[in-house]
């Protein structure tokens, strides 16, 4: 027992030696061979134990296993810093050169829906109206009650809503801010209300989450031909002025009248394709004057206040304005489609 382990004290001796005289990773395979190798000296060591008894087999067997795992594991402390070192640039003599080109950094672009959200804000801000946010998880009350929708009501599945828990759901418009807005305050007022709202919905001109922009405006003797005229207003600052828009009427059970607004299809001029549904136009949003039931809500006089809304479906008017034939593209976020914006 006492002859090994001076044997192995001289051998970790000869190894740490040898370990910490180097400085490069070449000298590292010929130390490994020595000590690890089928030939190297613990392999010798392991020899040597096959005439001992059972009991020194156990006691000098644990001697040996012990320095091959302290040789195996210095090696490897030793062979990763020396690799590290390898990998550092410059030594004291070499140079650096400043006139090779740096590497370019890539810049990110804003998002295009983000870029038109901008577009339209600018837009109404500069015809007075005031940005305003509301939460995108709603209660029953202020998605569907307060604005005139019942339950019950058949106009309920005009939305196809995800309900989230009790009486909270995913908002499936914006058209809840307007109530938000109109609890804290007194008319007159024009404000818009960009964000995102969700329905169970999914197709080339529908997804599950997309983002509107309601707007508002409340004064008194407001009448249709105001809201007409705000809408070829924004459209033309959006489309350009040969644009073909129609209103067309519609029910929305918060406005009346109300309207659907479509704009010539850009994608086939109007001859009809999927985006379109082979019809030439494509909806992007939904107006009218407030409800009276509406104002009753939030406590305005609905004798003395009128008011219109509206409510823009922005990745509809995005697919429009760069001619894009898929909304899903919006959301898929290849780069090769979010460059070219
Ligand atoms: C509404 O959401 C009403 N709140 C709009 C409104 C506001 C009417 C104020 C009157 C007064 P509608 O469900 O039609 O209406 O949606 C408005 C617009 O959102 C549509 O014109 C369309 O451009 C867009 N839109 C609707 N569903 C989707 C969808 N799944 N994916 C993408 N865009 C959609």
């Not at 062979?79 to 030594?91: F, H, R, Y």
């Not at 309601?214 to 004064?219: A, T």
Request: include cysteine.
């Amino acid at each position: 027992m006492l002859k090994m382990i001076a044997t192995i004290e001289k051998h970790q001796q000869d190894f740490d030696s040898r370990i910490h005289s180097i400085s490069t990773s070449e000298p590292l395979k010929q130390i490994r061979i020595d000590f690890l190798g089928k030939k190297g000296c613990i392999q010798a060591l392991m020899k040597e134990l096959r005439q001992a008894t059972p009991e020194e087999k156990r006691e000098q067997g644990k001697l040996i296993n012990d320095f091959k795992q302290y040789v195996d594991n210095l090696l490897k402390v030793k062979e990763d810093e020396l690799g590290k070192t390898a990998k550092q640039p410059a030594s004291k003599n070499e140079t650096f050169d400043t006139t090779l080109p740096g590497r370019r950094e890539t810049t990110g672009t804003l998002h295009p829906i983000t870029q038109v959200m901008e577009e339209i804000k600018t837009i109404f801000l500069g015809l007075g109206f005031q940005v305003e946010e509301g939460p995108e998880i709603e209660t029953d009350y202020y998605n569907f009650e307060a604005l005139n929708i019942p339950k019950d009501h058949p106009a309920r599945d005009m939305q196809d809503t995800f309900y989230v828990e009790g009486d909270a759901v995913l908002r499936t418009h914006t058209s809840p801010v307007q109530i938000h807005v109109m609890e804290n305050r007194e008319p007159p007022l024009r404000i818009i209300a960009p964000g995102k709202v969700y329905r169970c919905d999914s197709d080339v001109s529908h997804t599950p989450m997309f983002h509107q922009i309601e707007g508002l405006m409340v004064e008194e003797n407001l009448s249709f031909s105001h809201l007409k005229g705000i809408m070829n207003i924004f459209l033309q600052e959006v489309f350009g002025k040969k644009t073909k828009v129609r209103f067309r009427p519609s029910f929305f059970p918060f406005t009346c009248p109300s309207a659907e607004v479509d704009i010539q299809c850009v994608i086939c001029s109007g001859s009809g394709c999927r985006v379109c549904s082979q019809t030439g136009w494509v909806e992007i949003l939904g107006a009218g004057m407030v409800d009276p039931a509406v104002f009753n809500c939030v406590d305005y006089d609905a004798e003395k206040w009128t008011g219109f809304a509206f409510g823009l479906g922005i990745e509809r008017i995005s697919m429009l304005k760069y001619g894009i034939n898929d909304i899903r593209l919006f959301f898929e976020n290849d780069l090769r489609f979010l460059k070219q914006f």
